[in-house]
């Protein structure tokens, strides 16, 4: 069965600076990669995707994250955070068919001081 | 942007009653799925529907739990007899047919079993 570590549970850094987040998957199998956001009483949004081609993934609002096979990690970056990344980050892979369910991670809170 | 809607937000049911959550997909999407968070949990997969009949279910979809597509557009929840462990927030996807496609989520309803 296919499952998803998050490192960090939370994290708190300041404005401007740069965020790493970590997400390992086990799974042997051909995997589909996924990044979530969740604003405070918002909904789960779609930062990124990694299906195929190159494993470096340019998301939304700055978002990177780099598919390491070898690895079985999915890590997310962002160069310079703002005020507006607070929110919990989650990582979520799917395997084998694009419609199958998602397994997610255990979520990242991100407070960003201003 | 089209959304996933869910409804209610927040539903509070005494333990043994039967509670149907609401949900309304991005109206040209076919596949469709039930997630839920125990607080301070992951975000569990519970059940995918594809052409009208369950595709895949979790060990968490027991007898208890049913989903049902009764019209053109809602996709429903029910949970026949609830239990306390049932309290958790329960997040609506759906997805487009084709193609590498994510699944867009709803807000989720919190259900509070008392």
């Known amino acids: 069965a296919q499952s998803v570590s998050q490192h960090n549970h939370h994290v708190i850094l300041s404005e401007a600076a740069s965020l790493e987040l970590g997400c390992n998957y086990s799974y042997g199998g051909t995997v589909n990669l996924f990044w979530y956001v969740q604003y405070p009483g918002q909904h789960l949004q779609l930062l990124l995707k990694y299906f195929s081609g190159d494993p470096l993934v340019k998301g939304i609002k700055g978002f990177e994250a780099e598919f390491i096979k070898s690895k079985f990690s999915f890590n997310l970056r962002k160069p310079s955070v703002q005020w507006s990344d607070t929110a919990e980050y989650f990582c979520?892979?799917?395997?084998?068919?694009?419609?199958?369910?998602?397994?997610f991670g255990g979520g990242t809170r991100v407070l960003v001081k201003p | 942007e089209p959304e996933v809607t869910q409804t209610p937000s927040h539903q509070v049911t005494q333990m043994g009653q039967e509670v149907i959550l609401r949900c309304v997909p991005i109206s040209n999407h076919l596949y469709f799925y039930w997630y839920r968070q125990i607080l301070g949990q992951k975000v569990e997969f519970l059940v995918s529907?594809?052409?009208?009949?369950?595709?895949?279910k979790s060990e968490i979809f027991d007898d208890q739990f049913s989903v049902e597509r009764p019209d053109g557009s809602n996709f429903t929840l029910k949970i026949r007899s609830t239990k306390l462990e049932d309290s958790a927030m329960y997040f609506c996807?759906?997805?487009?047919?084709?193609?590498?496609?994510?699944?867009?989520f709803g807000d989720g309803t919190r259900l509070s079993i008392l």
């Open positions: 979520a892979v799917n395997a084998g068919a694009a419609g199958n369910k998602l397994t």
């Open positions: 529907f594809y052409n009208n009949e369950i595709s895949e």
């Open positions: 996807a759906s997805r487009a047919r084709s193609g590498n496609q994510p699944q867009h």
